[in-house]
Nanobody
C-alpha cells in the first residue's frame, strides 16, 4: 500500500490550503483514512480521520471548525481542506490508513509527509 500526499506549501495566516492523498497498491475497503501532523521538535499528532463509509468523522480539537476531511472512495483519494490557517498549524502532514478511525498505535499505513508552512 502506498499513500502519496501532496498539496503542501507556504501560506499566510488566515489563508487556506487543500491537501490530497492518493492511495494505491491494494484495495483499502473497510479502512479508515486520516491525517496526522508533526511540527519540529514535537510528536506526531492526530488531525482528522474518516471512516470507510464516512459515517464517522473525527477532528482534533485544535482544528475543529477550520479543517474538513473528505474522501472519494471511487478514486481512492482523501483530502484535507484547511482554512483559517495559523502559524501553529505549521508541520509536516501525513496521510494514514488504519482499521478504524481511532487510529490506535501502531497505525497500519503511513504516507510520506507534505510540508505546510504558515507565515504570520
Amino acid at each position: 500500500v502506498q499513500l502519496q500526499a501532496s498539496g503542501g506549501g507556504l501560506v499566510q495566516a488566515r489563508g487556506s490550503l487543500k491537501l490530497s492523498c492518493e492511495v494505491s497498491g491494494r484495495a483499502l475497503s473497510g479502512y479508515a483514512l486520516g491525517w496526522f501532523r508533526q511540527a519540529p521538535g514535537q510528536e506526531r499528532e492526530f488531525v482528522a480521520g474518516s471512516s470507510w463509509r464516512g459515517d464517522i468523522i473525527r477532528y482534533a480539537e485544535s482544528v475543529k471548525g477550520r479543517f474538513t476531511i473528505s474522501r472519494d472512495r471511487a478514486k481512492n483519494m482523501v483530502y484535507l481542506q484547511m482554512s483559517s490557517l495559523r502559524p501553529e498549524d505549521t508541520a509536516a502532514y501525513y496521510c494514514v490508513a488504519d482499521a478504524n478511525v481511532y487510529f490506535t498505535p501502531p497505525i497500519r499505513y503511513w504516507g510520506q509527509g507534505t510540508q505546510v508552512t504558515v507565515s504570520s
